[in-house]
């Protein structure tokens, strides 16, 4: 079975950084699409970031120019570079695989990320 294991959230001021990680294992990582989504209290899951097998990246809008999706195929990890957060930032991250194997979705356990203004 896919499993994510996350790690890097925590508690920053506002114009901060932080780099999230997901270590991900059961699957061939290389092939996979990874991608970065977000949550807070009583809001929809959002994605927020995306990087394919082959490279591609995509961002939601109001991330694009602070954030960078990565990956590192040797370690099977991927990673969610933030810089300049914003308290609108604030909210739980989950990393998410798309296996093109098995066309299904696994999730990571989320980790939570606080922007205090």
């Known amino acids: 079975q896919v499993q994510l294991v996350e790690s890097g959230g925590g508690l920053v001021q506002a114009g901060g950084s932080l780099r999230l990680s997901c270590a991900a294992s059961?699957?061939?990582?290389?092939?996979?699409?990874m991608r970065w989504h977000r949550q807070a209290p009583g809001k929809q899951r959002e994605l927020v970031a995306t990087?394919?097998?082959?490279?591609?990246?995509n961002y939601v809008d109001s991330v694009k120019g602070r954030f960078t999706i990565s990956r590192d195929n040797a370690k099977n990890t991927v990673y969610l570079q933030m810089n300049s957060l914003k308290p609108e930032d604030t909210g739980v991250y989950y990393c998410?695989?798309?296996?093109?194997?098995?066309?299904?979705?696994?999730w990571g356990q989320g980790t939570q990320v606080t922007v205090s203004s």
């Open positions: 059961g699957t061939i990582f290389s092939i996979t699409t």
């Open positions: 998410n695989l798309w296996s093109p194997t098995t066309r299904l979705n696994s």
């Open positions: 990087i394919t097998s082959g490279g591609y990246t």
